[in-house]
């Protein structure tokens, strides 16, 4: 299993082998939300209203994601951002402000440490 580490590693090298290096952050992030349109109607293809045209190629979900997590890594890369930390800091913020958002499955209603 590739780690998010090692996955910012692969992006790193891949893009060093090109002269132009990493696109303008403000390019990367016009990229990153043209693949997150790009997700956002395969989703609606697949488990939505909208079915494709008979002209329109077969997409997986699972490609679109890819698409955009290589460029989220991009960005991220270019940034000098740590994805793993990111995530970290993130998934605590979501365990200390929205513990109890919403309906558990446990039955806790609120902090019973």
Sequence with gaps: MTDMT???????EYIGQFKSGYFSPLGQLARLTEEVGELAREVNHQYGEKQKKATEVD???EEELGDVLFVLI???????IDLSESFETVMTKFHDRDAYR?????????DER
């Design 102 to 110: 919403f309906e558990r499955t446990d039955g806790k209603l609120t």
């Design 59 to 61: 997409k997986k979900v």
């Design 74 to 80: 991009s960005l991220a890369n270019s940034l000098d």
């Design 6 to 12: 090692d996955m910012q590693k692969q992006v790193d």
